[in-house]
């Protein structure tokens, strides 16, 4: 399981959109979503004519349009961060570790989240002080009530973060290329995760060398010993 965020300013998004919206529009395409781009349906559907783009045509385009994305992301220079947890050490460490059902939510994708915020919230601390403020834009969904409730636990939870954390806002995708655009690290992420858990930690993400990213796994011993420290310090 992945999760993604970029941090940027206002003219870094501002040209992103602007370059992403244009790239997009030369293929004729209203907007970038990573399960169509990987199957070639809704937006990306266009590449299967078979007239305009023969085998294996179509599918080269398509990673064209993915690369030329990418490459504006790079060059936007807004920042990006990336987390990673595998689900079955993740489910497994929930069942059989020691009130880990307890710390640990029941769906992966909100402990990476949580996870996002905080390590998000500390680059932003430690490169721009406590002078601005950090919001963040979420994909719209039916887990967004939950994820809001859980963004205002978290920030009642963590005062010193709270300091620049500023509002949570829910979004369609379709509609915002700063939400693509994470959708596409996410994608791009998963499968670079997938083949470093097949050759057991030993691949390199080399994907992302020319990125600002900063990528974050969880292992069965992060887990525990989060399990363990919350332990501890509900005795306190």
Not at 57 to 79: C, F, H, M, P, Y
Not at 86 to 107: G, I, K, Q, W
Request: with cysteine; glycine share 6%.
């Amino acid at each position: 399981m992945a999760a993604a965020a970029f941090a940027g300013d206002d003219g870094q998004w501002t040209r992103l959109c602007k370059a992403w919206n244009e790239r997009l529009k030369e293929d004729g395409l209203k907007y970038f979503k990573a399960s169509e781009y990987n199957s070639l349906t809704g937006e990306f559907y266009r590449f299967r004519d078979p007239v305009k783009y023969p085998k294996p045509l179509g599918g080269q385009a398509a990673s064209k349009l993915r690369d030329d994305l990418d490459e504006i992301i790079r060059q936007s220079n807004v920042t990006g961060m990336g987390m990673c947890i595998p689900l079955a050490t993740y489910n497994d460490v929930r069942l059989n570790f020691p009130e880990a059902d307890v710390y640990l939510p029941e769906d992966a994708f909100d402990a990476a989240l949580q996870t996002l915020w905080r390590e998000e919230a500390r680059e932003f601390i430690k490169h721009f002080g406590y002078e601005h403020k950090l919001g963040f834009l979420c994909d719209q969904s039916s887990s967004s009530d939950r994820h809001n409730e859980h963004y205002i636990a978290f920030k009642a939870n963590h005062p010193e973060l709270a300091k620049i954390m500023g509002p949570i806002a829910f979004a369609d995708d379709k509609d915002y290329p700063q939400l693509q655009a994470a959708d596409l690290l996410v994608n791009m992420l998963r499968q670079e995760y997938e083949e470093f858990l097949k050759s057991g930690g030993l691949t390199a993400q080399t994907r992302f060398n020319s990125h600002i990213f900063t990528i974050r796994h969880w292992s069965r011993k992060n887990m525990e010993d989060m399990v363990s420290y919350n332990q501890i310090v509900r005795q306190k």
